[in-house]
């Protein structure tokens, strides 16, 4: 395919967080089939060799990781990609690859768990993207599009980010966002050797040698190590928060919703002004690290905040958090494959909030 | 205006190509479109279908929970998707293969036999070009010279023969139409 | 007066956390030799692994990169496919690749993967305090096979040089073992011949290094080497079992 820039393209989510990576300027894919992912991986297949890259279909999701650990290790931008259950065997890597502060990105196309569970499109992997989901104390920046084009520009973005921090980036969409074609412009400017990687391996020519490792057995060693992540965490959460807010100021309830769910709740806005109920939207972009404070500021303001998610309740326990008591936080969701329909997200805005003037619910 | 239109047929019968192709040439006219395929288990022989919405705002869920148009290709296909159907809505069915059904909605349905009308023309597999002849006849959803220019871009190399009878496929779904006096009349099997 | 023997440059000169009569520090010493003879210290990447010899970057002074347990075989491929004109190597012992990286190592085999791979092969797991490995030999005993393995129970040995034979992407494979100077010197040919496989862009190459663990076969250092030569050697027999040079 061809990527000229500003060019009107009409893709899939997967080709697009793949085209977009390519023009972020990674040369180096691994990937291991799984749906509803698999487009990136025949994408990549076909395009690296194209722009003198490397993908490489492994055996498995932890070959997979550690390859992308090797070549951010060697000073490369690097990806893989996968879908829940794949994500799920990569984590040990993701783990390392905090520990050893290498920077990457990790594409994960949300399906319905636990277990094998189906294709259909799930944010339950909320908890796994954020808390940590390997061992130990770490984050990796996660972001979350909305849409085939916000993926391409999020996919861009994450490679900057993870180059910054020296730090694994996790892109958090869904089936739906992956499957879904829409049209996509790639406007954004390369510039893969915009930081500088000193501590890359290289071979040891002229400098002394370079180790890249996350292992600290001295005593003492790996508190220091841990404060000096956390450090950093502490400065990615203060500079990196995105969000997109709607209709908050006078809201009476505002709802807290990313990816294919915020799209959806967007949906009821107009709706409610039917109703004479003013609906705000709070949309995460990036869920680690979380959008607290506007949340905290908002609930201060509103009646009610309901959290929508294709879950049974994760990012509703950082919103309950966020608020911490200043207004009720009611959550809907669905999980195994449901989509909230804005028909069923409004009936629960409607138990939350009784319509003011008596209006004929016409949804 | 917003257009929600559910394809649906037997894998193979074209319709992944004449979703992706009508939202291409909607997306090169300015319109907001997102194209949604099913994906996964289904393959050849199964029932693929295929999610589009067309607006001129922003589309928000891309989800079709009530469709404006239904094309379908095959019995299971239509069994499949009915409910989606609200009193407004529009039915093109495959007469071909699709033989009689209850009206239970009283809605306006476009019976077309595309596969014959493709099979005369030489070519079976056109079938999907017929629909949309048909189809884009009665909602003029598709600027035709943008479509066809998407349809040439497939249509490459050993393909580009079989332009042609697309083309033509297209126009004889469109002149079924009009010589038919389907539109806008409800019809009761 | 000129010495006529002295450190390699590229060990690094300290204290070593090895066992009395441990094999590693016989192995790394004839890497970092290999690496001076061939003047390779500014382009050659190396792999820790998990296991006794995790701390090889605090000996060898040239870039190096930990990974987890058992995919050292994939950390090496992603850094050898971003570096191509770079000599990469993986340092591993016979619970990381042939437990727990068993798929890693077959599939970098072939992908004929131009990496070299150092297998030191000891029978056992050393950094846990001596469990039974996929290499411990029938009736041998561990913490784990406390009245010595069963094959009923526990299975056999498995001989990773045989094994990755069997796969075309494998150029160069060998066994070989540190108990004598005669054996010392062999293996540092073999292992040059690994290095120069790779400088050669001949594909995968692999060299097993039969290695002793007085610690944890219970015996003394002396027992330890007559252990291998007796025993070991019967199921891991020493030798060439794939060489791009003689296919040819």
């Excluded at chain 3, 034979?165 to 292992?191: E, V, W």
Aim: aromatic residues 8%.
């Amino acid at each position: 395919m061809s990527t000229e820039k500003n060019q009107k393209l009409l893709l899939t989510g997967n080709e697009a967080a793949a085209e977009a990576a390519i023009m972020a300027g990674c040369r180096f894919y691994y990937g291991y089939p799984i749906t509803p992912q698999n487009e990136i991986l025949t994408h990549m297949a076909t395009r690296m060799p194209q722009v003198g890259g490397t993908c490489i279909q492994v055996e498995s999701e932890l070959a997979a990781i550690n390859m992308v650990h090797g070549s951010a290790a060697a000073g490369a931008r690097t990806m893989t990609s996968s879908s829940s259950p794949g994500i799920s065997l990569k984590q040990e890597g993701i783990s390392y690859l905090a520990g050893s502060e290498l920077p990457c990105v990790i594409v994960n196309v949300q399906r319905g768990g636990p277990g094998l569970g189906d294709i259909s499109p799930s944010q339950a992997d909320y908890f796994q993207a954020v808390k940590g989901g390997g061992h130990g104390d770490y984050h990796t920046i996660v972001l979350a599009p909305s849409s085939v084009q916000e993926t391409a520009d999020l996919v861009f973005d994450a490679f900057d980010l993870a180059d910054c921090y020296r730090n694994p980036v996790m892109i958090l969409g869904d089936a739906q966002l992956g499957q879904m074609m829409e049209p996509v412009v790639f406007n954004k400017k390369q510039n893969p050797n915009l930081y500088k990687k000193p501590w890359a391996l290289t071979g040891a020519n002229g400098r002394r040698k370079n180790v890249i490792k996350s292992f600290y057995p001295v005593k003492g060693e790996l508190e220091e190590f841990n404060a000096k992540l956390q450090k950093k965490y502490r400065q990615i959460e203060a500079e990196e928060v995105r969000y997109e807010e709607i209709n908050t100021k006078k809201a009476d309830i505002v709802i807290v919703a990313y990816g294919t769910c915020a799209r959806i709740c967007k949906e009821i806005v107009k709706i409610g002004e039917k109703l004479n109920i003013k609906i705000g939207i709070i949309r995460p972009i990036t869920l680690w690290p979380f959008p607290c404070d506007i949340i905290r500021r908002v609930s201060e303001r509103v009646q009610a905040i309901l959290t929508v998610e294709m879950s049974a309740g994760q990012m509703v326990e950082d919103v309950r958090l966020s608020v911490s008591g200043r207004c009720p936080v009611h959550f809907y969701g669905r999980t195994g494959g449901g989509i909230p329909s804005p028909k069923e997200i409004l009936e629960k805005i409607l138990e939350i909030i009784p319509i003011k003037e008596k209006v004929t619910c016409a949804t | 205006m917003t257009e929600k239109v559910i394809l649906a047929g037997l894998g193979g019968q074209g319709m992944m190509l004449l979703g992706r192709l009508i939202a291409q040439a909607v997306m090169l006219d300015g319109k907001n479109v997102t194209f949604f395929p099913s994906y996964g288990t289904e393959v050849r022989g199964g029932t693929a279908h295929y999610h589009l919405i067309v607006s001129e705002e922003e589309i928000f869920s891309p989800v079709i929970e009530e469709a404006d148009t239904l094309i379908m290709m095959n019995l299971p296909s239509y069994l499949k998707f009915k409910n989606f159907l609200k009193p407004n809505s529009l039915l093109f069915l495959n007469s071909s293969m699709i033989d009689k059904i209850y009206n239970e909605m009283c809605i306006d349905i476009f019976r077309i036999p595309a596969t014959k009308i493709a099979n005369d023309l030489g070519n079976v597999v056109a079938s999907n070009m017929v629909m949309l002849g048909a189809y884009n006849a009665v909602k003029n959803l598709v600027s035709v010279p943008t479509f066809l220019s998407c349809l040439k871009n497939v249509l490459k190399g050993k393909k580009a023969p079989f332009f042609e009878v697309n083309k033509l496929a297209i126009e004889r779904g469109a002149e079924f139409i009009k010589n038919s006096n389907l539109v806008n009349s409800h019809q009761l099997h | 007066m000129e010495p006529v023997y002295k450190n390699p440059k590229t060990l690094i000169d300290t204290p070593t956390h090895y066992c009395p009569g441990c094999g590693h520090g016989i192995i790394h010493r004839l890497i970092a030799e290999i690496i001076d003879d061939l003047d390779i210290r500014g382009k050659t990447i190396g792999l820790a692994p998990v296991g006794c010899a995790v701390l090889a970057y605090n000996y060898l002074d040239i870039d190096m990169c930990e990974a987890a347990h058992g995919r050292p075989p994939a950390v090496a491929t992603g850094i050898k496919r971003v570096h191509p004109d770079k000599i990469v190597f993986s340092y591993q012992g016979d619970g990381d690749l042939a437990a727990i990286g068993m798929a890693e190592i077959i599939h970098t085999a072939s992908r004929s993967e131009n990496i070299t791979v150092i297998f030191v092969n000891n029978a056992v797991y050393g950094m846990t305090n001596g469990q039974m490995a996929p290499t411990t030999l029938l009736n041998q005993r561990t913490l784990t096979t406390p009245q010595g393995r069963n094959e009923k129970y526990d299975g056999y040995p498995i001989r990773i040089c045989e094994l990755l034979a069997t796969i075309d992407g494998s150029r160069f494979l060998a066994r070989t073992s540190i108990t004598s100077p005669k054996n010392i010197i062999k293996t540092k040919q073999l292992l040059e011949k690994g290095f120069k496989s790779q400088i050669e862009e001949k594909g995968f190459s692999l060299i097993e290094i039969l290695s002793p663990c007085p610690v944890y076969w219970r015996m003394n250092p002396n027992d330890a080497m007559k252990f291998i030569d007796d025993n070991m050697t019967t199921t891991f027999p020493l030798g060439i079992f794939k060489d791009w040079e003689s296919q040819n």
